[in-house]
């Protein structure tokens, strides 16, 4: 950029600029209209003033406090057995040559691929039939078709990059694979179990169809349906502080852990697309 | 000796470590996919689901009532998420080579800047539904607001309620929420390219754009090509977006909500099913072409 003309530098920052603000002003919008009473709200300013109005209403009008703990229940639920299963099952998938190994691959990388609602109708007779309608159980069972294909695949790719030299010294010293994965892999694998733990929670707790359809009532509900049918007084009046208030909840904490984890989620979602 | 029988401990072990995975993603998707597509064979119903008869494939075709395959509203779906698949993977594909090529240079700031390209990743879909339905808002809205202000309209648009702007609406928001996720993955490329090409031609004097179009995009394309697939795929399923930003209109209406308001709204879970098979049958087709043709690596055997 050193050699560059004063115009191209000029020119350069402004798109610089322009794609910053592009991707901060929605989310600010947002934040500024969550501290709005209702009758603010309804002529345009883009200073916040401080007004905690609708994030006591989220809270009052709904069980929004119930719905937080449903998802992060479910979520936590969710890629714990995901990362159970998917470190074994990646270990072997990796580590492994055997027949019909690709095969395999290539069915939990279409499984990612599954449209959800291709499942929805099996899935819905499935938690009729184990009795968990309406229930978190039913919304973790559904959940897994998202985080479990996807966690093997990543864990699968972060896997092969290991050095052969690690697990061949401790065979020689007569450990079983188990301890190998528990004893070898592990130490050095725990940063890209942060990741993929982060990025399916992150899946998990932004799920909607499988929330939408296996719950009915308020209680069960997690935060991005709870969001989603928030309603007020009439169908044309929607509690749009409310909605803003509750948005900015849910989302805050999510912006924190990306930002923090950042370069490890960029390594985590190369990883996630297959490598051609 | 020894390391055939070692061999085959491991190659036991590894079916024991494989086995829980597998019986947990044939119950969580196996059986379930299974049973979508013996649903599209069946009149069954969401109140009574046990209840069903086999009708062949009547959801299908008939001479009746027609079936999906002669349902304009279905058609209508298969449209809309087509277009918005092409429409918006191509303006996110183009952001995102802008966005990547911005943030590969180096400039101060660049860290800030590269962390606030992550946030509309990081924000759920709903959420961003939601607040870009506020910000579209047809009385309220500040997208309107900033419009008529500048002199660009006249009148205020209801973006989301107006069947030649719907469309327009949630191709914007998708791409405002994939961009960064484009730009990542290609980002990630660029900085995989060698660095010995560039100084060869920059004391050959070579001009920026021969540059572009004759070393960096050719050497980039494999992750843009992967980058574009897992987008597209991606988009022939969408639901939330449209689902929350314009509910069950028919101007965005694609082929998942299409089938999710025939199995859940209108409780056919026979016709639904048969759309659900039918979305995943074209979905599968592309999965599978993508493979034959990129000739992905699956088993890591040329590593």
């Known amino acids: 950029m050193t050699h560059w003309s004063l115009p191209a530098k000029i020119g350069f920052y402004i798109l610089i600029l322009a794609i910053a603000l592009f991707a901060i002003f929605p989310f600010y919008y947002a934040i500024v209209s969550s501290f709005k009473s209702p009758s603010e709200l309804f002529e345009v300013s883009l200073i916040p003033s401080l007004n905690f109005e609708n994030y006591v209403a989220v809270f009052r009008e709904q069980p929004f406090a119930r719905n937080i703990l449903n998802s992060v229940i479910v979520a936590v639920v969710v890629v714990t057995i995901s990362l159970g299963l998917g470190v074994t099952a990646a ?28 499942v929805l109708s099996g899935m819905f007779e499935l938690i009729r039939f ?7 159980w039913g919304l973790m069972l559904a959940n897994l078709i998202l985080t479990l294909p996807f966690t093997v695949w990543v864990l699968t790719t972060f896997m092969r990059q290991l050095p052969k030299e690690l697990e061949e010294a401790a065979y020689v010293d007569g450990a079983t694979p188990l301890e190998v994965i528990f004893k070898v892999f592990m130490p050095v694998l725990w940063p890209a179990l942060v990741t993929t733990g982060l990025l399916a929670f992150i899946a998990a707790w932004n ?10 009532s308020n209680e069960m509900r997690t ?21 803003m208030a509750a948005s900015v909840i849910v989302t805050v904490p999510l912006i924190i852990l990306v930002l923090v984890f950042q370069r490890k989620i960029i390594g985590g979602l190369t990883a996630g697309a297959v490598k051609g | 000796m020894k390391g055939s029988e070692l061999t085959r401990a491991r190659l036991r072990s590894a079916f024991l470590f494989l086995l829980p995975m597998m019986v947990v993603l ?9 049973r979508t597509i013996f649903f599209s064979f069946t009149n069954a119903n969401l109140s009574e689901i046990e209840n069903f008869e086999f009708i062949g494939l009547a959801n299908f075709y008939n001479s009746e009532w027609g079936g999906l395959l002669s349902d304009p509203a279905w058609w209508n779906a298969v449209w809309n998420t087509v277009w918005f698949t092409v ?20 400039f101060p700031g660049r860290g800030i800047v590269r962390a606030a390209v992550l946030i509309p990743w990081a924000i759920p879909t709903i959420v961003s539904a939601k607040m870009w339905g506020w910000m579209l808002h047809d009385q309220f809205g500040v997208l309107n607001y900033m419009l008529m202000g500048v ?8 973006w989301t309620a107006n069947p030649d702007t719907a469309m327009l609406a949630v191709i914007m928001v998708d791409v405002w929420k994939t961009t960064p996720f484009m730009a990542l993955l290609i980002l990630a490329g660029l900085q995989m390219l060698p660095s010995d090409c560039y100084e060869a031609a920059r004391v050959d004097g070579v001009p920026a754009w021969q540059v572009f179009f004759k070393l960096t995009l050719p050497l980039v394309y494999p992750a843009i090509a992967v980058a574009v697939i897992f987008r597209a795929l991606d988009s022939l399923r969408i639901f939330d977006l449209i689902y929350v ?21 209108f409780q056919d879970v026979g016709y639904g099913s048969a759309a659900a098979t039918m979305l995943f049958l074209i979905i599968a087709v592309l999965t599978i072409a993508y493979i034959m043709i990129g000739r992905v690596d699956l088993a890591g055997d040329k590593r």
């Open chain 1, 91 to 118: 270990f072997a998938l990796a580590r492994v040559h055997f027949r019909g190994r690709g095969l395999l691959l290539l069915t939990i990388l279409s499984v990612s691929m599954f449209p959800q609602v291709a």
């Open chain 1, 130 to 136: 184990l009795g968990v309608y309406n229930s978190l």
């Open chain 1, 207 to 216: 799920e909607f169809l499988f929330a939408l359809t296996f719950t009915l």
């Open chain 1, 223 to 243: 935060v991005p349906v709870a969001i989603a049918l928030i309603t007020g007084g009439s169908q044309y009046e929607l509690p749009w502080g409310n909605i």
């Open chain 2, 26 to 34: 044939a119950l969580v998707a196996g059986w379930p996919l299974g």
């Open chain 2, 87 to 106: 429409v918006s993977v191509s303006l996110e594909t183009v952001l995102g080579l802008i966005v990547a090529l911005a943030l590969n240079m180096s």
């Open chain 2, 151 to 158: 002199g660009i309209i006249s009148e205020p648009i209801a």
């Open chain 2, 245 to 265: 930003l314009t509910s069950n209109s028919e101007d965005t209406m694609s082929m998942s909500v299409y089938a999710r308001q025939q199995l859940v709204d």
